[in-house]
């Protein structure tokens, strides 16, 4: 679907929520929205494995330089357990490493299977994740994937990650679909195999779709076939202000002196409360700046276009 802000000229710089399918990098998807906007400043707040779909927040122009305060937490996810097999990656694209019979005690069509429930307790809260083999994790200095596509033992060390829930959704005897909220950095592949392993049994993640990111849902991002060359350029698909992503910091709209300032480098006369606010010009975000000791606006990232 289109996005529908059809209020005032077309952004030439913001956020844009895409519907990534499967089999296609996030890099794949960043190319594609490179041809749409016309402009190689495009970045992605997070990506999603090749065999995973749904949600990626992309920052197009200008607003790139917004990324680090993009809020992303918590993140929602769907996925399919499918038990039996561990595989190299922890999910269904690798080989088969390891096979084992369905959990035996565990009811996975049931909701309240205490068995399992039991299991998925283990795997909440903040827990040690060991990482997939097959991840971007960094390896004496190589991406962990680039080493075990060499066929090289890949040791990584657990990394602490947040799991705040974990809800039914369906299941049977050989799979149990679900929805996880957690912390960024998790792995749900990981969570996969874990889970697995914790109810005596041998799974991976069969399926995976992102559903949220912060604030954004999947509910609101386009789709890939919108997104045609010059799609964005020419205002066909709407970028999307990054207010509503950038947390709860103050707005401070800036007057001619005001913006004088911000152009000259000067700290701003701050009328708003709080560490840290989002600067807006006729309801643009400009710049995002935090409070000196002076008890004014000190810009740390500035994006002033030619028409401020």
Request: charged content about 25%.
């Amino acid at each position: 679907m289109l996005e529908s802000h059809d209020a005032g000229p077309p952004l030439s710089s913001g956020l844009l929520y895409v519907d990534k399918p499967v089999g296609m990098s996030s890099h794949d998807v960043v190319a594609v929205v490179r041809r749409a906007a016309r402009t190689r400043r495009v970045g992605h707040a997070g990506t999603l494995d090749p065999f995973a779909t749904g949600l990626l927040v992309l920052a197009v122009g200008p607003c790139t330089r917004l990324l680090p305060y993009i809020v992303g937490d918590p993140k929602v996810y769907e996925a399919d357990v499918r038990f039996g097999s561990e595989t190299d990656t922890d999910d269904a694209t690798g080989s088969v490493t390891v096979t084992a019979p369905a959990p035996p005690n565990a009811r996975l069509s049931h909701a309240d299977d205490p068995v399992r429930r039991a299991a998925e307790a283990t795997l909440t809260g903040a827990i040690a994740q060991i990482p997939p083999s097959y991840s971007a994790k960094h390896v004496d200095g190589q991406r962990a994937y680039d080493l075990a596509r060499k066929g090289r033992d890949v040791s990584l060390a657990p990394v602490q990650v947040r799991v705040d829930t974990w809800e039914w959704l369906a299941g049977d005897h050989e799979t149990l679909r679900t929805r996880i909220t957690c912390g960024g950095g998790t792995y749900i592949r990981a969570l996969a195999r874990d889970l697995g392993r914790a109810l005596g049994s041998a799974a991976h993640c069969g399926t995976l779709r992102r559903m949220a990111s912060g604030p954004a849902t999947v509910g609101e991002a386009v789709l890939l076939e919108d997104l045609s060359p010059g799609a964005i350029a020419e205002g066909r698909v709407r970028l999307r202000s990054p207010l509503s992503l950038l947390g709860n910091i103050g707005h401070e709209h800036l007057g001619d002196d005001q913006l004088t300032d911000l152009r000259h480098g000067r700290e701003v006369a701050a009328s708003q409360p709080g560490h840290r606010a989002a600067l807006l010009r006729d309801g643009v975000v400009v710049a995002i700046a935090e409070r000196s000791a002076r008890n004014r606006w000190q810009p740390r990232v500035v994006m002033l276009g030619d028409d401020a």
